[in-house]
Antibody, heavy 116, light 108 residues
Framework: EVQLVESGGGLVQPGGSLRLSCAAS????????IHWVRQPPGEGLVWVSC????????SYADSVRGRFTISRDNARNTLYLQMNSLRAEDTAVYYC?????????WGQGTLVTVSS | EIVLTQSPGTLSLSPGERATLSCRAS???????LAWYQQKPGQAPRLLIY???SRATGIPDRFSGSGSGTDFTLTISRLEPEDFAVYYC?????????FGGGTKVEIK
C-alpha cells in the first residue's frame, strides 16, 4: 500500500525557515517523480514544486522559486522541502503527492503557519 | 500551464438529486491524466476518480467520471448526506500539476 507521511510543519516567524519531510513507503520511491502541493486556509489546491526520480530535475511555482528547494534521499525514501524567507502567504497545509500507475496518492498534510 | 475551470462555483441540491460538475481545460488533457477529488473541512483531499473515469478503491458507484479532450464531468447519481462537500478536478499531464478552483455542493 502506497503511504506518504509529511512532517516538519509548525509556527514560524516571517523571514524564517522550515524543512518539511515526506516519508514514503509501499512503492519503489526511487523511480517516481514526486510533488509538493499546498492549500492555504479556506482556499484551493496549489502546486508548489516537483522533483525527478533521480533528483536531477526540479520545477517550482513562481511564488516560491528562489526561496524553496525541493530535494530527495532515495536511500531513505524521503522527500524534502526546504523553505526559506517565509512569508505570511506561505501559510498553508503542505501535501506530498505521487502518481503511481496513473493513480494519485497523497499524504495527510502538514500545517505551516507563518506569523509573528 | 494548463488552466482548469470548474463550473458551477456552487451547486445547491437536495439529497437524492443528481449532481453534474464540469471541468474545462485550456488545452487538451490526456484522459488518463485527469482526476477528481472530494474535500471536507479539515480533511485532506479524497481521491474519487482518476484516469477521467476510473473509480478509486472504496468509492461508491454513484460517483462517475466522463469526458475527453478539454471537457470532463463528475456525476453523482443520487446525493447522499455525506456527499455535500467541495470537489476539485486535477490534471497531471506534465508539471505543473494544476487544479480547478473547486465546486461546492451544498444542501438546498
Amino acid at each position: 500500500e502506497v503511504q506518504l507521511v509529511e512532517s516538519g510543519g509548525g509556527l514560524v516567524q516571517p523571514g524564517g525557515s522550515l524543512r518539511l519531510s515526506c516519508a514514503a513507503s509501499g512503492f519503489t520511491f526511487s523511480t517516481y517523480w514526486i510533488h509538493w502541493v499546498r492549500q492555504p486556509p479556506g482556499e484551493g489546491l496549489v502546486w508548489v514544486s516537483c522533483i525527478s526520480s533521480d533528483g536531477r530535475s526540479t520545477s517550482y511555482a513562481d511564488s516560491v522559486r528562489g526561496r524553496f528547494t525541493i530535494s530527495r534521499d532515495n536511500a531513505r525514501n524521503t522527500l524534502y522541502l526546504q523553505m526559506n524567507s517565509l512569508r505570511a502567504e506561505d501559510t498553508a497545509v503542505y501535501y506530498c503527492l505521487v502518481f503511481n500507475s496513473g493513480q494519485p496518492y497523497w499524504g495527510q498534510g502538514t500545517l505551516v503557519t507563518v506569523s509573528s | 500551464e494548463i488552466v482548469l475551470t470548474q463550473s458551477p462555483g456552487t451547486l445547491s441540491l437536495s439529497p437524492g438529486e443528481r449532481a453534474t460538475l464540469s471541468c474545462r481545460a485550456s488545452q487538451s488533457v490526456s484522459s488518463s491524466k485527469l482526476a477528481w477529488y472530494q474535500q471536507k473541512p479539515g480533511q485532506a483531499p479524497r481521491l474519487l476518480i482518476y484516469g477521467a473515469s476510473s473509480r478509486a478503491t472504496g468509492i461508491p458507484d454513484r460517483f462517475s467520471g466522463s469526458g475527453s479532450g478539454t471537457d470532463f464531468t463528475l456525476t453523482i447519481s443520487r446525493l447522499e448526506p455525506e456527499d455535500f462537500a467541495v470537489y476539485y478536478c486535477q490534471q497531471y499531464v506534465s508539471p505543473p500539476v494544476t487544479f480547478g478552483g473547486g465546486t461546492k455542493v451544498e444542501i438546498k
